[in-house]
């Protein structure tokens, strides 16, 4: 049978992917085992072929935390368009569910404590459960850190040194090429004062006013 995942857990795993990128997802999962295909549960594909539950591995060591996550989820119940009716969580031990929802939160007695991973199973119907709205329960992502290896240091430190000696050298060119065009200017000012004819004044003129122009150039 072919099947997918409510459209809602794919936003859902992709916001908790990008906020925690290295989290483990050793206990992830959508689909059932066979020992779910031979019970009901929304880890089997409804009549639609959709999939409604997803599991999300326990690991706050690297940004993924059970505990805040289905009290975020608990909280969201009931007034996000994916946690409508039928939709519930369950994290160690314990369900909250949209259609119990003045209970709050109850004891799980299932053979699986959940202890690992956190389950949710989205609404029933197509309207809630293939919702695209974001979640928004694990607020902003966590900036990356790779720059800040020790490797990646050194690399942008010799960058930076290599790009301030390349810039000091273009101020020295700089420096010593206006020095040699004052030396330059002079010369021809003092030509041209002189006894020269009109066509050689004319082109030592265009000449200092070359110079001029490189000189007016930004650096």
Same mark, same amino acid.
């Given at each position: 049978?072919?099947?997918?995942?409510?459209?809602?857990?794919?936003?859902? #795993?992709?916001?908790?992917?990008?906020?925690?990128?290295?989290?483990?997802?050793?206990?992830?999962?959508?689909?059932?085992?066979?020992?779910?295909?031979?019970?009901?549960?929304?880890?089997?594909?409804?009549?639609?072929?959709?999939?409604?539950? /997803?599991?999300?591995?326990?690991?706050?060591?690297?940004?993924?935390?059970?505990?805040?996550?289905? +009290?975020?989820?608990?909280?969201?119940?009931?007034?996000?368009?994916?946690?409508?009716? *039928?939709?519930?969580?369950?994290?160690?031990?314990?369900?909250?569910?949209?259609?119990?929802?003045?209970?709050?939160?109850? &004891?799980?007695?299932?053979?699986?404590?959940?202890? =690992?991973?956190?389950?949710?199973?989205?609404?029933?119907?197509?309207?809630?459960?293939?919702?695209?709205? &974001?979640?928004?329960?694990?607020?902003?992502?966590? &900036?990356?850190?790779?720059?800040?290896?020790?490797?990646? =240091? @050194?690399?942008?430190?010799?960058? @930076? @040194?290599?790009?301030?000696?390349? #810039?000091?050298?273009?101020? +020295?060119? /700089?420096?010593?090429?206006? %020095?040699?065009?004052? =030396?330059?200017? +002079? #010369?021809?000012? =003092?030509?041209?004062?002189? *006894?020269?004819?009109?066509?050689?004044?004319?082109?030592?003129?265009?000449?200092? %006013?070359?110079?001029?122009?490189?000189?007016?150039?930004?650096?």
């Amino acid at each position: 049978m072919t099947w997918r995942t409510a459209r809602s857990l794919d936003v859902g #795993l992709d916001e908790i992917n990008r906020a925690a990128p290295r989290r483990s997802k050793i206990s992830d999962g959508s689909i059932g085992d066979t020992a779910h295909s031979s019970r009901v549960s929304d880890h089997n594909p409804n009549p639609a072929g959709v999939v409604r539950a /997803r599991d999300f591995t326990h690991d706050p060591a690297n940004g993924f935390d059970c505990n805040k996550f289905a +009290a975020a989820v608990g909280d969201l119940l009931g007034k996000h368009p994916a946690l409508g009716s *039928g939709a519930y969580v369950i994290w160690n031990r314990r369900i909250k569910s949209t259609d119990r929802l003045s209970e709050g939160w109850r &004891p799980y007695t299932g053979s699986n404590p959940h202890d =690992k991973h956190a389950h949710v199973s989205v609404a029933t119907a197509a309207s809630g459960y293939d919702n695209t709205q &974001p979640w928004g329960v694990m607020g902003a992502p966590e &900036p990356e850190d790779d720059m800040a290896s020790p490797e990646v =240091k @050194q690399q942008l430190n010799e960058i @930076q @040194q290599t790009a301030a000696k390349t #810039l000091e050298e273009l101020r +020295a060119f /700089r420096r010593g090429k206006t %020095a040699s065009d004052k =030396k330059v200017k +002079a #010369l021809l000012r =003092k030509a041209i004062e002189s *006894g020269w004819d009109d066509a050689t004044k004319a082109q030592a003129r265009e000449i200092l %006013a070359a110079i001029q122009a490189q000189e007016d150039e930004p650096e």
